[in-house]
């Protein structure tokens, strides 16, 4: 029978039973989630990975592109497995039939926790330094794909279970954890850069033994964060419903929900089986959607797509050399920063290439503007055009 083969995909794996939650190393955003922000002012609070971070900054070319979408994910098809389950439902009996899809539906569920548990492994091993940024991305792409094939490995499990009177299974709460491993950065990573280099994005990767994040630069800046220590399913739940989450939500993120901006809403969905609440608000710089915990009252998983363009400067710095004035406006939360590059008399804008570190991060539009994700430290700044060059050191920012 057809429809089980998506399934299969996902059954014949190697399955290991897995927690979703580490009590010992879950705790620490029970009682203080606020401490898991880096607060902004006139933009939105962003949920950081953690201390003792390895950042790197790279760029998603045709050798990352090709790195990524030929990964090998792992999966393994069992055709005698397939045939016999095939098979078997149809000359089973009701009750044999309510056995063969249990037993798919745990197998499933196994899935589901051993994609937080790769992450984990996958995260702690980048933030020690045994394992390379391109293999750490590989695993978040990996779970993208994964996590669709399991979802429609549910659909079709729902659609066997619908067959056999008086029996059903719901997959509601199932469905609320895939889809954090679908996300607009992870969408963005499998789309291969063309040979004119105009899908080429900017990234930036920071990793922590409690989480990680990872930023994108293109169109807009677009985030995804995880906090690992922000998700304890085994706690009793701290939410007393919808609405407690929602309210929390509006305390993490003040600004996002402040009365004052022009375009605003917002909804939440409750997943009380898997203790997760999805908070989602639309604000005047883009869309906030984040994962709270029912065990922690923090916040598990976050994901912002904004627009750079308007965020506040809250440092700006300027060099002249050469001719040419360099300039670089930097934006909170260490966020995208604009670099600008000008005839030194005219204030004209100028084509040149930037440098980060000795580096080449990007050229200057015709506006004579680039916009770069800055180091987590201090950085060198170069920029050089036909007419001459100018550097300047950028210091560390905290605000």
Same mark, same amino acid.
């Given at each position: 029978?057809?429809?089980?083969?998506?399934?299969?995909?996902?059954?014949?794996?190697?399955?290991?039973?897995?927690?979703?939650?580490?009590?010992?190393?879950?705790?620490?955003?029970?009682?203080?989630?606020?401490?898991?922000?880096?607060?902004?002012?006139?933009?939105?609070?962003?949920?950081?990975?953690?201390?003792?971070?390895?950042?790197?900054?790279?760029?998603?070319?045709?050798?990352?592109?090709?790195?990524?979408?030929?990964?090998?994910?792992? %999966?393994?098809?069992?055709?005698?497995?397939?045939?016999?389950?095939?098979?078997?439902?149809?000359?089973?009996?009701?009750?044999?039939?309510?056995?063969?899809?249990?037993?798919?539906?745990?197998?499933?569920?196994?899935? !589901?926790?051993?994609?937080?548990?790769?992450?984990?492994?996958?995260?702690?091993?980048?933030?020690?330094?045994?394992?390379?940024?391109?293999?750490?991305?590989?695993?978040?792409?990996?779970?993208?794909?994964?996590?669709?094939?399991?979802?429609?490995?549910?659909?079709?499990?729902?659609?066997?279970?619908?067959?056999?009177?008086?029996?059903?299974?719901?997959?509601?709460?199932? =469905?609320?954890?895939?889809?954090?491993?679908?996300?607009?950065?992870?969408?963005? %990573?499998?789309?291969?850069?063309?040979?004119?280099?105009?899908?080429? =994005?900017?990234?930036?990767?920071?990793?922590?033994?409690?989480?990680?994040?990872?930023?994108?630069?293109?169109?807009?800046?677009?985030?995804?964060?995880?906090?690992?220590?922000?998700?304890?399913?085994?706690?009793?739940?701290?939410?007393?419903? !919808?609405?407690?989450?929602?309210?929390?939500?509006?305390?993490?993120?003040?600004?996002?929900?402040?009365?004052?901006?022009?375009?605003?809403?917002?909804?939440?969905?409750?997943?009380?089986?898997?203790?997760?609440?999805?908070?989602?608000?639309?604000?005047?710089?883009?869309?906030?959607?984040?994962?709270? /915990?029912?065990?922690?009252?923090?916040?598990?998983?976050?994901?912002?797509?904004? /627009?750079?363009?308007?965020?506040?400067? !809250?440092?700006?710095?300027?060099?002249?050399?050469?001719?040419?004035?360099?300039?670089?406006?930097?934006?909170?939360?260490?966020?995208?920063?604009?670099?600008?590059?000008?005839?030194?008399?005219?204030?004209?804008?100028?084509?040149?290439?930037?440098?980060?570190?000795?580096?080449?991060?990007?050229?200057?539009?015709?506006?004579?503007?680039?916009?770069?994700?800055?180091? /987590?430290?201090?950085?060198?700044?170069?920029?050089?055009?036909?007419?001459?060059?100018?550097?300047?050191?950028?210091?560390?920012?905290?605000?």
């Amino acid at each position: 029978m057809a429809v089980l083969l998506a399934g299969l995909l996902v059954l014949s794996l190697p399955a290991t039973a897995v927690s979703a939650a580490e009590p010992d190393e879950q705790t620490a955003g029970a009682d203080a989630p606020g401490q898991l922000f880096v607060e902004t002012n006139g933009t939105t609070n962003r949920l950081d990975p953690g201390e003792e971070v390895r950042s790197e900054r790279l760029e998603y070319g045709d050798d990352l592109g090709t790195s990524l979408m030929t990964a090998d994910d792992e %999966l393994r098809v069992d055709y005698e497995q397939e045939r016999m389950v095939r098979d078997g439902f149809e000359n089973a009996s009701n009750e044999e039939r309510e056995e063969m899809v249990s037993a798919g539906y745990d197998r499933l569920r196994e899935r !589901i926790d051993a994609l937080e548990s790769r992450e984990r492994e996958a995260v702690r091993a980048h933030a020690t330094n045994d394992r390379s940024t391109t293999r750490l991305l590989q695993t978040f792409l990996r779970n993208y794909h994964d996590s669709d094939v399991i979802a429609s490995a549910l659909d079709d499990l729902v659609a066997y279970a619908d067959r056999i009177p008086g029996y059903s299974i719901s997959i509601r709460n199932d =469905k609320s954890v895939l889809e954090m491993y679908r996300t607009d950065v992870r969408s963005r %990573l499998e789309t291969t850069p063309d040979r004119f280099g105009s899908n080429r =994005k900017r990234l930036a990767v920071r990793t922590a033994e409690t989480g990680y994040s990872v930023s994108l630069l293109d169109r807009n800046y677009v985030r995804e964060t995880a906090r690992f220590d922000g998700r304890n399913a085994s706690r009793p739940n701290q939410f007393e419903d !919808i609405t407690d989450a929602h309210d929390t939500a509006q305390e993490l993120y003040p600004w996002v929900f402040d009365a004052d901006h022009e375009t605003h809403s917002s909804d939440a969905v409750e997943s009380r089986g898997v203790q997760l609440y999805r908070i989602r608000a639309i604000h005047d710089q883009g869309r906030l959607t984040a994962y709270l /915990d029912g065990g922690t009252s923090a916040v598990h998983r976050e994901l912002q797509t904004l /627009d750079h363009e308007q965020f506040p400067t !809250i440092n700006e710095s300027r060099w002249t050399d050469g001719g040419l004035e360099l300039a670089i406006n930097e934006t909170a939360a260490n966020g995208p920063a604009e670099v600008t590059v000008a005839d030194a008399e005219t204030g004209d804008p100028v084509s040149a290439t930037v440098s980060v570190d000795g580096e080449p991060v990007g050229e200057t539009g015709s506006d004579g503007s680039l916009w770069i994700l800055p180091p /987590d430290d201090g950085f060198d700044l170069r920029a050089e055009s036909d007419a001459g060059a100018v550097e300047g050191s950028v210091s560390n920012s905290t605000a």
